[in-house]
């Protein structure tokens, strides 16, 4: 009930924040160098954190068989986040931007549906993973659609909120909660990164912008909570060898 509770206010909250919402809405970014015949360097490669930790993700919840699909899936969104993202970034605009945010989506998702799952032990199953990710895929292509970005707001509000009242409910363990609250904390600074993409630009001597920053932080968001699942899966080796 909490969980319920929760979606209709991000929702409120989202539709009374729905004309400011714009104002977060750019394709002009501090940092358009170029090099090899790549526009946008920085911005482009800095994705590849979101690889990276994507592609560890899977490979490490290969080794975990009881592990929740809609953890698989917040993985694989990173992976497609990399690739949506960079698409984006070699040429921004509305339309390109699309692709970016869809690749979000699919992590936003599945991070959403696994805290779901872990703290209310309810198990949605493919089926309703499945239907969840078309709707939060649905409000994208309705941002292009209409131009409203109330919908991808909440859908992107979502997991925030659920890793919030997880940590203060604490219905998750001890060694997640952690890992919650680091990723909390690297998300809300990757978002204040991201809104302060010129003036970062400006104090670093042109080091790194805001926006580069931004996808450096919301890959250490992620990564704090694929520490915890590493950290799982050496636990299982061991005990396997334990075993032997």
């Known amino acids: 009930m909490a969980f319920v509770t929760l979606l209709v206010a991000l929702l409120g909250c989202a539709h009374v924040a729905g004309p400011s919402l714009k104002a ?6 501090a ?7 790549i526009p946008n360097l920085a911005n482009v490669l800095s ?7 994507g592609l560890l993700g899977l490979r490490t919840l290969s080794g975990l068989r009881t592990v929740a699909l809609a953890w ?10 990399c690739a949506g993202s960079a698409f984006y970034h070699l040429a921004p605009s509305d339309a390109s931007i699309l692709w970016d945010r869809l690749g979000m989506t699919v992590s936003f998702t599945g991070l959403a549906v696994a805290l779901f799952e872990q703290c209310t032990g309810v198990r949605i199953g493919a089926l ?3 239907a969840a ?10 941002w292009r659609v209409s131009g409203d970005l109330v919908p991808y707001a909440w859908v992107q509000a979502t997991p925030l909120a659920f890793a919030a009242l997880a940590i203060l409910a604490r219905w998750v363990p001890g060694r997640m909660r952690r890992a919650l609250e680091a990723s909390c904390l690297f998300y809300l600074l990757a978002k204040l990164a991201e809104m302060r993409d010129f003036e970062i630009y400006r104090v670093t001597h042109h080091l790194m912008s805001g926006h580069t920053l931004k996808h ?17 899966r050496r636990e299982l080796a061991l005990q396997r060898g334990a075993s032997c």
């Open 24 to 29: 977060f809405t750019t394709n002009t970014f």
């Open 31 to 37: 940092d358009e160098r170029g090099f090899a015949g």
């Open 47 to 53: 994705n590849l954190a979101f690889l990276a930790v």
């Open 72 to 81: 698989k899936v917040f993985y694989a969104g990173l992976v497609l986040t």
């Open 128 to 130: 309703g993973l499945g």
């Open 133 to 142: 990710l078309a709707g939060s895929a649905a409000s994208v292509i309705w």
């Open 216 to 232: 450096l932080l919301a890959a250490a968001s992620a990564g704090a909570i694929l520490l915890v699942h590493l950290r799982q």
